[in-house]
């Protein structure tokens, strides 16, 4: 073979074996992205949804639990599906009145709701950090806040302020978090627990729609929706405020 001819054939073998090398390169980073996408799979799909996807879902949970239909729920299979991780499609800032239980309020399996409980339901910074937790890592699209009738700490929070009385113990924290909703409401007409009660609600959906700069960055990218709603005790019905 000619001198030509034989340096044709090297830089033919050079480009081939690049081309393979570069193929083969190729084809490992394919697989390796496809174990990856494997492995972050979530462990419920049903809970990857949009913020209005996830509020439609909720409000059809509550329906069932106020008519009484609520669904068998496989605890056992839940507890093995959720034993590498957690996709919770609602975050729930809830009262701790043990007559609310977000869970049957809304008929939700293990794994569906992140929830985060508090006399008075108000958003302290440990409750922010956690609910940025459920939005920044667990990729959480919706957060409500959840009052309820007859709340017994908004109830001595307008007591102790009427009558200039702090509360015992670690209880005047609570008054300090959830007076400016009672101040808000004292010249309004109609029932003042029902009105500060509602207005807490509000307060607390707005600091955490505003709250920078993980949960208000979500709300302006469409990511997260925070609302707000009112526990019926009687009849188990969330009542959602616009």
Same mark, same amino acid.
């Given at each position: 073979?000619?001198?030509?001819?034989?340096?044709?054939? /090297?830089?033919l073998s050079? &480009?081939?074996?690049? !081309?393979?090398?570069?193929?083969?390169?190729?084809?490992?980073?394919? &697989?390796?992205?496809?174990?990856?996408?494997?492995?972050?799979?979530?462990?419920?799909?049903?809970?990857?949804?949009?913020?209005?996807?996830?509020?439609?879902?909720?409000?059809?949970?509550?329906?069932?639990?106020?008519?009484?239909?609520?669904?068998?729920?496989?605890?056992?299979?839940? &507890?093995?599906?959720?034993?590498?991780?957690?996709?919770?499609?609602?975050?729930? !800032?809830?009262?701790?009145?043990? &007559?609310?239980?977000?869970?049957?309020?809304?008929?939700?399996?293990?794994?569906?709701?992140?929830?985060?409980? +508090?006399?008075?339901?108000?958003?302290?910074?440990?409750?922010?950090?956690?609910?940025?937790?459920?939005?920044?890592?667990?990729?959480?699209?919706?957060?409500?806040?959840? #009052?309820?009738?007859?709340? #017994?700490?908004?109830?001595?929070?307008?007591?102790?302020?009427?009558?200039?009385?702090?509360?015992?113990?670690?209880?005047?924290?609570?008054?300090?978090?959830?007076?400016?909703? +009672?101040?808000? %409401?004292? /010249?309004?007409?109609?029932?003042?627990l029902s009105?500060?009660?509602?207005?807490? %609600?509000?307060?607390? %959906?707005?600091?955490?729609? /505003?709250?920078?700069?993980?949960?208000s960055a979500?709300?302006?990218?469409?990511?997260?929706? +925070? +609302?707000?709603?009112?526990?019926? !005790?009687?009849?188990?019905?969330?009542?959602?405020?616009?």
């Amino acid at each position: 073979m000619c001198d030509f001819c034989q340096r044709k054939t /090297s830089a033919l073998s050079r &480009r081939a074996f690049g !081309l393979f090398a570069m193929s083969s390169a190729a084809l490992l980073l394919a &697989r390796a992205a496809a174990d990856a996408k494997e492995a972050k799979s979530p462990p419920k799909p049903e809970n990857v949804l949009a913020p209005d996807g996830a509020l439609k879902r909720l409000r059809e949970g509550n329906e069932r639990y106020v008519e009484g239909e609520m669904r068998r729920h496989d605890f056992k299979r839940e &507890r093995e599906a959720l034993a590498g991780g957690q996709n919770p499609y609602a975050a729930i !800032l809830s009262c701790a009145d043990s &007559r609310i239980a977000p869970e049957y309020a809304f008929d939700s399996s293990r794994g569906d709701l992140f929830v985060c409980r +508090v006399a008075g339901n108000f958003a302290s910074d440990e409750t922010v950090a956690s609910m940025e937790y459920a939005v920044a890592v667990l990729s959480t699209p919706l957060i409500l806040v959840l #009052g309820h009738e007859a709340c #017994g700490a908004v109830e001595a929070t307008i007591k102790s302020i009427k009558e200039d009385k702090p509360l015992p113990g670690h209880m005047p924290s609570l008054v300090e978090a959830i007076a400016p909703a +009672v101040k808000a %409401v004292a /010249s309004h007409s109609g029932d003042t627990l029902s009105n500060a009660i509602r207005q807490n %609600v509000f307060d607390n %959906v707005a600091k955490l729609k /505003s709250a920078t700069p993980i949960l208000s960055a979500a709300v302006n990218d469409g990511k997260l929706k +925070v +609302v707000g709603g009112i526990y019926r !005790l009687k009849s188990g019905k969330v009542e959602l405020l616009a």
